[in-house]
């Protein structure tokens, strides 16, 4: 069964892709969301068949076929279905389907319609494979599908200049982190003999091996923390963080609902579901969860900076995304993973519905994307308003909406760290506490511009052309054709798109009752904490081991759950009634903290922007602190101008001819040869093969003198 | 009678002259006369290996290589005839479209 | 060498005369034929290349005929098998070519089926005399393609160089087999390895020099560094479907008898000659594996031209395939060389077909936004190049990932070679990825014409795709089949012992 939550899409995509050309509009449109339907539907079934199974062998496996076998090294084409990768489909395939019904009204109109939802089907699929593949190497095939998808789509307005940059950018970005994946991949095949997440021919996976081995110790690098570095080196391409972010808000020039589906909701959590998944050696390295943790930390806030200063709807959003992100990551870090992952779940919810909104406000404002144009919008667009006021409230951390659950869970789970040198846990949290006012107040900021105050569009002198450094929409090229910009007022978006909004407004909202934290759940009467009990058995948690001074949390207690990562929180229901005793005052305490500074940000916001809307930012913020143009006069630039000028230019002309001249002098005339001082000429080729030649026979002859002479 | 390594000297004589042919040779039909050289000189070594081993194949290899040349020269010649169709020399520093 | 050793079993030799007799045929119907026969010939080169790879499938799976000439073992089966289907492909490929070019018809096939019958010589050699004729044979008629466009002046001049080096290459190859054949009174390889491991070699030093001036003759037909410097010229001045063929059939089969000279008949640890010299050529090839790769992807990166920036390209693959020599083992050479001849096929014929007549439009520029004005063939391209580039599920990936990992278990001391090879097919991406980047994210090229494609030409695609598709998912049974090949080398009696 499993294979047809991955194959729907497939067989989706290839309809569309290969007579799509051909078909009806709605055809296609209809082809595209049903396949996703079937996979959702599929996906929910599989997913009760797992909650129907007792709690420590809740795993489904799957086998097509045996891939690669070479030597001792192994990979399948098998699918894994655990709590972990099930609640991934869940919200997967569910957030897909809105997600592609909103586009088939968003594109209505583009030229390139069919191609459109051929790449989104195919996403789906490469996504699903990333998150159900049983052993890395599939899990990379997944990773590098996405990412060929998400390239495609970035670049998906072909015509336009920055689309392809981006693109590019993006891909480029990518390999640098799928190299580290590569090589931490590598490692641990040769550490424990597997990659598989799950026992073959009588290997125990390689997370069941990690299990077993010893803590190392903090600020010492072990394999362990080496293989969880390289890992989170992949996480960093894929997931947008420092120092690999670059790349995320560059890609806002694709569509917006592939902005709201593969980098907002699903693709850019794929590091989060790569560390979680291999958290059984994340959590033997102290080193690696301190980097991680502060990589997460300080991407969060980094990005938030930026988001202060952005004027295009989509690009707020998307330094929003990467610094909800550094949250995810944070919470790995600290050992909170399941809390990363809950928050991946509440952050697809609201962040894929801020994106949709932005798309239905920019549909709505004829392609504009710029905030400073908009302004007192919520008259015209209710649906629009309503809903992204609901993702707002939630992003922003208000009281029982479903941001505020998970990221209350991660900022107290960071508070009480225990894998971090000693104090770091705090310092963490005061930036995460600081990100979440920063959070509330620069979304005030956008919603404000976007929707309250005077309306500034309409009236400024050429709309649309001002700004071309920005990524407009502008696939209705044809479709509002005349209508231009400037005229004709706002409008709301027709009913495929703002259902979908409505939808995914109600799951923001209760979205986190699944994981409503201890402390907090016994006031309100919520005493368990269901994502956290399900998810327990696919996530390992850290234990001080021999050298802690925390060891009293209780020894590491080895139990052998099928899909390998070893069910160490079976000790911890024991644990959980005792801490909670002890620290539900402090975790309530600051629950109430981080309530107070997501509404003096949200009130700090109202208050600043009511007044005046457009104010002047630090250039440095609006500049994005200038990393694109360090990593373009640091990194990028000489590795051109090496290539180019060093490499090929000079050695390859100058060094190697120059020698080859130089020798070739001997035996000719000194004059002549000095005008073949480039390449093309035969006889300087025969000239390298003749000097080739005697390096070789020299080499040989040189090791002639360890035997005898024979001559 | 004469030894074995005076032979090897001679054709390795030969050999680097056709080399040095090659390198220094501009004219296409005079380069090719270079490697028709070393051809030969490896042939001079096939036949005194052949006579000095007492062994018949370094004879039979010769022929194989003359033979081979014969081919190799008929389609040489028919290259260099082509080149000179098109670009009216013989020159091979001439033909350098192709560079870099 | 008596009479009656001789074995003449002309079974064990007939896909090289089917090959040749098939060439003959091929030159006869097009002189006798007013108009040329092009589709004929193509037809008849197909049916005997089929014909040929039947008899290879029918070979005695190991055995040594004509006095030890001809040998039958897994590796000549193997690269049999690359070879009839390169050229088939090539077949395939050249009827469209040469309509749209206008070029004589016949003769074409007629030197495709000499070279294939050059390049079966070149694979079942079990004689250094054989393996020079199969060399020759081989190359010589490649000579004669890469000019194939007689008023084409670029193409000349690829012809020359190619024809001059080569010709060069192969003196030097030539005083090797004999120096040799000097050293050891014998140019059977089988028989070189018997003396080498009995210690009864004459004159050691000889050995050692004609073994490096074998591998020069070696190292520039596989166009690895540094006797690489014909290859971007000549790759870019044939006309392309050459210029695919070129750089993978007679390659893989100068692969083969590299293989069967050095990795069988030099790789004997048994008297300390043998070991010198084993351990001498192994370091000798690794450090030019090292070289090749290297400077193939660097100077690739700074191509324009896509013919070139694939010569470079092909530079870098000989690199990867040398990798695998240093384990002394042929499975992951042949794997290799099978993927690479599959998907860099593939991008020849797409390029030819993009190219137009006269290859005017050869410029990665030129392939500026056609992405989606072409679809089928900018994403056949696409997926090649990132073949080429070691992308899964692609073939590129699993035969890198052979040769990387049967090299990384089998030769520890050469991990470092694996490590050089990994870094280097990192930074290749780079430049493979540059053409896919044109076509699809830069706006329309003007003057862009939709090519047309032929039927046959369409069936090479399917077939080039589908072999990239299949041994990048589905590499096990070949896997396999190659992984017993290599015990029925370890376990073959060998006939030249005698």
Known sequence: MLKWITLAPLIGALINGLFGKRLNEKVVGLIACLSVGVSAALSFMQFGKLLSLPADQRVITEHFFTWIQVGAFRADFAYLLDPLSGLYILFITGVGLLIHIYATGYMHGDPGYYRFFTYLNLFMFMMLTLVLADNLLLLFVGWEGVGLCSYLLIGYYIKRKEAGDAAKKAFVTNRVGDFSYSIGMFLIFTAFGSISFVAKDGVPSFLTQAASRPVEALWSLGLMGGIALLLFGGATGKSAQIPLFVWLPDAMAGPTPVSALIHAATMVTAGVYLTARCSAIVVKSPTAMTVIAVIGAATAIFAATIGLAQNDIKKVLAYSTVSQLGYMFLACGVGAFIAGIFHVMTHAFFKALLFLGSGSVIHGMHEEQDIRKMGGLRKYMKITFVTMSIGWFAIAGFPLLSGFFSKDEILWKTFTAEALPHGWGKALWAVAFLTAGLTAFYMTRMMWLTFFGEERFGKGHDAHHGHGGHGHDDHHGDHHGDKGHGHGTPHESPLVMTLPLILLAVLSIFGGFVGVPHALGNIIGIHENKIEHFLQPSIAEFHAGEHGAAAAHGAAAESHGAPAVAAEGAAKPAAAPAEAHGDASTELALTGLSVLIGLVGIGLGVLIYSKKPIRHMPSVLENKYYVDELYETTIINPLEETSRHVLWKFVDVKVIDGFVNGVARGVSELANLLRYSQTGLARSYAAVILLGAIAVIGYFVVKIFGIQIGI | MVPLSWYLALSAVLFTIGVVGVLIQRNAIVLFMCIELMLNAVNLTLVAFSRFLGDVTGQLFVFMVMTVAAAEAAVGLAIIISLFRNRETLNVDEADLLKL | MQIENLNLNYG???????????????????????????????????????????????????????????????????????????????????????????????????????????????????????????????????????????????????????????????????????????????????????????????????????????????????ASAPFHLWTPDVYEGAPTIVTGFMGTGPKAAVFAAFLRVFADGFNVTASPIGAQLQSTWISAVAVIAV????????????????????????????????????????????????????????????????????????????????????????????????????????????????????????????????????????????????????????????????????????????????????????????????????????????????
């Open chain 3, 291 to 498: 070289l090749t790769m290297t400077i193939g992807n660097v100077i690739a990166i700074s191509q324009k031209n896509i013919k070139r920036m694939l010569a470079y390209s092909s530079i870098a693959h000989a690199g990867y395939a040398l990798v695998g020599f240093v384990t002394g083992d042929f499975a992951p050479v042949a794997f290799y060389m099978l993927a690479y001849s599959i998907m860099s096929l593939g991008a020849f014929a797409v390029i030819q077909l993009l190219a137009r007549a006269g290859d005017q439009k050869t410029e990665i520029a030129d392939y500026a936004g056609i992405g989606f004005e072409t679809p089928a063939l900018s994403f056949s391209l696409a997926i090649f190049l990132l073949s080429l580039g070691g992308i899964p599920p692609t073939a590129g990936f699993m035969s890198k990932f052979f040769v990387f990992k049967t090299t990384w278990d089998a030769a520890p001391h050469y991990r470092w070679l694996v490590i050089a090879a990994v870094v280097n097919s990192i930074i290749s991406i780079y430049y493979y990825l540059y053409p896919i980047v044109v076509m699809f994210f830069r706006p329309l090229a003007p003057g862009f014409i939709k090519p047309r494609i032929a039927t046959m030409t369409t069936v090479a695609l399917i077939l080039t795709l589908v072999g990239t598709f299949y041994l990048g998912l589905l590499p096990n049974r070949l896997m396999n089949a190659l992984g017993q090949g290599q015990k029925a080398v370890a376990i073959q009696p060998r006939l030249g012992d005698r």
């Open chain 3, 12 to 222: 064990a030799v007939a896909p090289e005369i089917i090959a040749a007799v098939t060439g003959v045929i091929s030159m006869l119907v097009d002189a006798l034929s007013p108009k040329g026969a092009r589709k004929t010939n193509a037809v008849i080169s197909l049916v005997g290349l089929v014909l040929a790879l039947l008899a290879v499938v029918r070979l005695e799976p190991s055995g040594s005929y004509f006095g030890g000439m001809v040998t039958t073992d897994p590796v000549r089966v193997f690269f049999s098998v690359i070879i009839l289907l390169v050229a088939i492909i090539a077949v395939l490929l050249a009827g469209q070519f040469l309509r749209d070019e206008g070029l004589p018809p016949g003769e074409f096939f007629t030197l495709i089926m000499f070279a294939t019958t050059g390049m079966l010589l070149l694979a079942s050699a079990g004689d250094l005399v054989t393996v020079f004729l199969g060399l020759e044979i081989a190359s010589i008629t490649t000579y004669v393609m890469a000019g194939y466009r007689r008023y084409d002046v670029r193409a000349n001049e690829s012809s020359l160089k190619y024809f001059l080096l080569g010709s060069f290459s192969t003196a030097f190859m030539l005083y090797g087999m004999a120096l040799t054949y000097g050293a050891t009174g014998n140019t059977n390889i089988a028989a070189i390895r018997a003396i080498i491991g009995e210690g009864r070699v004459e004159h050691p030093a000889l050995l050692l020099i004609g073994a490096a001036m074998m591998l020069v003759g070696f190292g520039f037909k596989i």
